[in-house]
């Protein structure tokens, strides 16, 4: 419990320091249609921050053990982001996320708290595309064979709906093993993420 509290202190800390840069003012001539579409030029282009949410689509991948009953966890997740847009083009995106992760059998069940930190790229006005790494705090719910960190690669596209709402579609490929290194067995966890998000 106290390795979650202070990854939330830990990530609300780092999203305060960038919400104290300047954000542009409004023209009092301007509608307020005409100013939420105006980007700054140049530089940082400002903060926005957000939810998303939706549902996860999850397996593992066991190395070397055969005859194993494997089958697909389907569940959910939801999360908080923040958008820095580093120019017209480029944005870092860190996030705060729960997700529940895995396969389908109760003991493979894998709910995280993540921390993804996604550089995205503007493809086009509405398709944006994003990767890089993610690192996840598992939440037990009783003493298990699990590591209690996971780390990943994440890359998804996104979709702009309108000026405020997305869709997207997230894959996470894992990189370390989910079990102990004394338990014997090692399989990593994959997980296609499919969902909306709001911005404010």
Do not use: C, W
Not at 169 to 183: E, K, M, S, V
Request: no cysteine.
């Amino acid at each position: 419990m106290k390795s979650t509290l202070l990854f939330l202190f830990l990530f609300t800390l780092s999203l305060s320091g960038f919400s104290q840069e300047d954000q542009p003012k409004a023209d009092p001539n301007q509608s307020t249609d005409e100013y939420q579409e105006q980007e700054p030029v140049g530089g940082m282009q400002g903060i926005k921050f957000g939810v998303r949410g939706g549902m996860t689509i999850s397996n593992l991948d066991f190395d070397g053990v055969p005859n194993v009953t494997n089958k697909h966890r389907n569940s959910m997740y939801i999360g908080f982001l923040a958008h820095l847009g580093l120019s017209r083009t480029v944005a870092l995106i860190p996030e705060l996320q729960f997700s529940a992760e895995g396969a389908n059998k109760e003991e493979l069940h894998l709910d995280y708290i993540q921390l993804p930190v996604m550089l995205q790229f503007r493809i086009s006005e509405k398709i944006k595309f994003g990767l890089g790494p993610q690192v996840g705090l598992n939440i037990p719910k009783v003493d298990d064979n699990l590591q209690d960190l996971a780390f990943s690669g994440v890359a998804g596209l996104e979709y702009k709906i309108n000026y405020v709402m997305f869709a997207d579609l997230r894959y996470n490929y894992g990189l370390t093993n989910i079990f102990d290194t004394d338990y014997g067995v090692s399989a990593k966890n994959r997980t296609l993420q499919i969902g909306i998000g709001y911005k404010f």
